[in-house]
């Protein structure tokens, strides 16, 4: 007789159903995007408004990654304690509150300050957004469905680039930059109330009747065959609160896999440092070289916009070719599209050209790596396992715009520092190949050569 977990992941894909979850939870991924492309387009005009220097303007970005780092574990801890749903909405009004204040802020130590806690909200939408829709997915669909996820992050960053361009004539231009976000988070924060609790999450927790509520719902509305199924009964174990939890969870990631978290942690690390790095300094580097704020916004916007093409062929190629394929060749490949950027920057055309394979490329290679590290862990560690992942490359980017703009810039020059960083993430995709399974195909809670999550007990960990 199937479990319950099993009937979720066998039933048939319906837009209605699955596809309202996939649209909610890409809407939020699409702000964390919005946000993250926002510190580009912010940085040169608060270095203008503000008279700062290329480490203080890298400030900007660092203090909201960091936000969004301290936010990918805290909330990924939260969401395996309160459940997807509750954490699925909080995310959003917190970034929202912040977000006012930050556009209203009268000065910049005040401004940086508001950034952090702003990311601080937004940093849990992804590894709760990923962790709710892939619960939801058909397991024949799943790879395509999480990796078409990432869809949204290039239409968010194309949106913020547009948004960007269209007001940099504005008095007081980049105030508005914040606030044109505070009423989509609103409003997607009300549409997210009618979204059930992830069926897989209630099982783990032992709440069966609100699981068959939502099981039974699931089956209907799929039009998918009736039949009988088991609710198995929770593992023991409760665990500490407060920051206990976030320590016990990063002991319960690693406790489960030293490679895998390895390979997760170093995955993220430099591919998201590498498109960081870009997406962060882009419109600065191409002011350094002569284009004003219109057209280096626009050369910007170009390099997210081919990324909506990039997901596509990856959405499409994820569940043919596998999971560590696609990233072993397309992140370094990114890189060196990089680094030609860096050579080429002088020639106006060769150099859009160098940024959009660039933009290209990294949004072939990020939807998988999403994909791939929520499929690594189980149950009771994904929303975590993956929080923690997100939060190793938050923190470490958080601080590569500063560092980018006072040392590596100013006495590596680009070129050179680009090809350190393309180095950095060979040396990550070298060691997956290795250390880590391929996700293709197989059931959640089911890697190719790991045990079975029951036979490494981590105790749960627990909200505030």
Not at 271 to 283: E, G, T
Not at 323 to 350: D, H
Request: glycine share 10%; proline share 7%; net charge neutral.
């Amino acid at each position: 007789m199937k479990t319950g977990d099993q009937i979720v992941q066998d039933l048939p894909w319906r837009w209605p159903v699955q596809g309202k979850i996939f649209i909610i939870g890409g809407l939020g991924y699409l702000f964390d995007a919005y946000d993250i492309a926002l510190n580009g387009f912010l940085m040169p005009l608060l270095g203008d408004h503000f008279d700062l220097t290329l480490g203080e303007r890298g400030l900007v970005a660092t203090a909201n990654l960091v936000g969004m780092a301290v936010g990918a574990v805290a909330w990924g801890a939260v969401a395996d304690r309160i459940g997807r749903k509750q954490a699925f909405s909080v995310t959003l009004l917190i970034f929202a509150a912040f977000s006012v204040l930050g556009a209203l802020a009268p000065s910049y130590p005040v401004f940086l300050l508001l950034r952090f806690l702003a990311g601080v909200g937004l940093g849990g939408c992804i590894p709760v957004d990923y962790a709710l829709v892939g619960e939801f997915s058909p397991r024949k669909y799943r790879g395509r469905v999480l990796t078409a996820l990432d869809l949204w992050w290039p239409i968010g960053v194309t949106l913020c680039g547009l948004v960007a361009t269209g007001l940099v004539g504005v008095a007081g231009d980049w105030r508005w930059m914040l606030a044109t976000m505070v009423l989509p988070a609103l409003l997607l924060f009300w549409a997210r109330r009618g979204i059930p609790e992830s069926p897989v999450y209630l099982t783990q927790k032992g709440r069966e009747a609100e699981a068959r509520r939502v099981i039974d719902d699931l089956v209907a509305r799929t039009g998918a065959p009736v039949e009988p199924y088991t609710v198995p009964a929770p593992r023991p174990g409760t665990g500490p609160r407060g920051v206990a939890a976030a320590w016990h969870q990063l002991v319960g990631v690693w406790r489960f896999s030293p490679r895998i978290t390895s390979v997760a942690w170093l995955l993220f690390a430099t591919i998201m440092l590498v498109y960081y790095a870009a997406l962060s300094w882009m419109p600065s580097i191409l002011k350094e070289e002569g284009q004003g704020d219109t057209a280096a916004f626009m050369s910007t916007t170009v390099m997210s916009s081919v990324g909506i093409v990039g997901v596509l062929i990856s959405t499409a190629l994820v569940d043919l070719v596998g999971r560590k394929w696609l990233i072993g060749v397309s992140a370094p490949l990114a890189a060196a599209a990089l680094v030609v950027f860096a050579v080429v920057r002088q020639m106006p055309t060769p150099a859009v050209v160098a940024i959009a394979v660039f933009g290209l490329l990294a949004q072939l290679a990020i939807p998988v790596l999403y994909a791939y590290a929520s499929e690594l862990y189980p149950t009771h560690l994904r929303a975590s396992g993956f929080g923690w992942a997100s939060s190793v490359s938050r923190a470490l980017t958080g601080f590569a715009p500063l560092l980018f703009g006072s040392v590596l810039w100013p006495l590596l020059g680009l070129p050179v520092t680009f090809t350190v960083l393309g180095a950095a993430v060979l040396a990550a995709v070298v060691w997956m190949a290795i250390a880590a399974p391929e996700t293709k195909g197989t059931a959640l809670d089911a890697t190719a050569d790991e045990p079975a999550p029951e036979t490494h007990p981590v105790p749960e960990t627990a909200a505030h």
